[in-house]
């Protein structure tokens, strides 16, 4: 049965190791840790989605992708990493070892549907924001609710399938999870380069028709600010996950170039970089209400009346 899951989902093999486990003190540190970052993930990305509902200021196709994004992290608060802090757990528990097979090959398999979802979001909210610049008023008619709803199913619907394909192609070597991360971090790049350059280019315009006195430019710097306003909460949405997903991409990269082969300092570096995967789901929200006012805003009045009602 284990040899089953190493080869359903090889990329996170780090988290059972019969001939290399971890020390007791810290599967039990990570299983905690894992555990706080549950509640916390869980906590903030319901608060976040209770605040998306009465948010206006944002585009509501754009909103859209974020409810997408806050759903994925609020299914890895409450299921993934509580299945993973249980797993880091097996050695202190009397249940036996096939059931923490089947553990494993669950928390695997929503790992590398919601991680994989997260990255695929986050991807194309970037793109999203690309194609307002660039669309220009073109941008309401082209990216419309509809079309977005049926976009994120499919993301949804993709996900799930690849997990299973993953299966098979692992056996080739070909790495699914290193692949796509990879490519999306690619396509995110690309967005955001573009839109800095775009950006330059309307200001620039934007300056000279206010210097020649033109009465069109003088708005045009409001709507570029308000709009790089939203672009920095996405960008910086996008730095937290290659900051957390960096460590894993290079345990996997280490890994393949090992040829599986680990040694107790290997396995605490992957265990450690999964967590740091899932811290992911705790710092989005964290950077939603530090960088959107509205958000903010809606969460504090939010938890002001949970608290008030709470008291009575």
């Excluded at 290399?20 to 990570?30: D, E, I, R, T």
């Excluded at 924001?129 to 079309?147: D, M």
Aim: proline share 4%; hydrophobic share 50%; aromatic share 12%.
């Amino acid at each position: 049965m284990l040899s089953c899951a190493h080869t359903v989902y090889g990329n996170f093999t780090g988290t059972l190791r019969e001939g290399n486990p971890l020390p007791a003190g810290l599967a039990v540190l990570f299983a905690a840790l894992n555990i706080f970052l549950s509640i916390t993930a869980s906590l903030g990305n319901a608060l976040i989605l209770i605040a998306l509902r009465k948010v206006s200021s944002v585009h509501p196709p754009t909103k859209l992708y974020f409810k997408c994004l806050t759903v994925t992290d609020l299914f890895v608060g409450l299921i993934t990493q509580p299945l993973f802090a249980t797993h880091m757990l097996k050695a202190f528990t009397t249940i036996k070892f096939n059931v923490f097979c089947n553990i494993r090959l669950v928390y695997l398999a929503l790992t590398f549907i919601l991680c994989g979802l997260s990255i695929f979001t986050s991807t194309a909210i970037s793109v999203d924001r690309l194609l307002a610049l660039l669309l220009g008023l073109r941008y309401r008619q082209v990216v419309t609710l509809w079309r977005v709803r049926v976009f994120t199913v499919c993301l949804w619907l993709f996900s799930i399938p690849l997990a299973i394909f993953n299966r098979f192609l692992a056996g080739l070597g070909i790495q699914i999870p290193g692949v796509f991360i990879i490519l999306s971090l690619f396509i995110s790049t690309f967005s955001y380069t573009k839109i800095f350059l775009a950006l330059r280019q309307r200001q620039a315009c934007a300056q000279d028709q206010i210097y020649q006195g033109q009465p069109k430019g003088e708005g045009i710097p409001l709507m570029i600010a308000r709009y790089k306003k939203t672009v920095s909460s996405i960008a910086w949405v996008q730095l937290a996950l290659v900051v957390c997903y960096g460590p894993y991409i290079v345990s996997v990269i280490t890994k393949k170039l090992k040829d599986g082969s680990t040694g107790m300092g290997a396995s605490i570096f992957s265990d450690a970089s999964v967590t740091l995967v899932f811290l992911n789901s705790t710092l989005n929200p964290i950077l939603y209400c530090w960088k959107i006012p509205e958000v903010r805003k809606t969460v504090k009045d939010t938890v002001r009346q949970f608290c008030c009602s709470s008291r009575f």
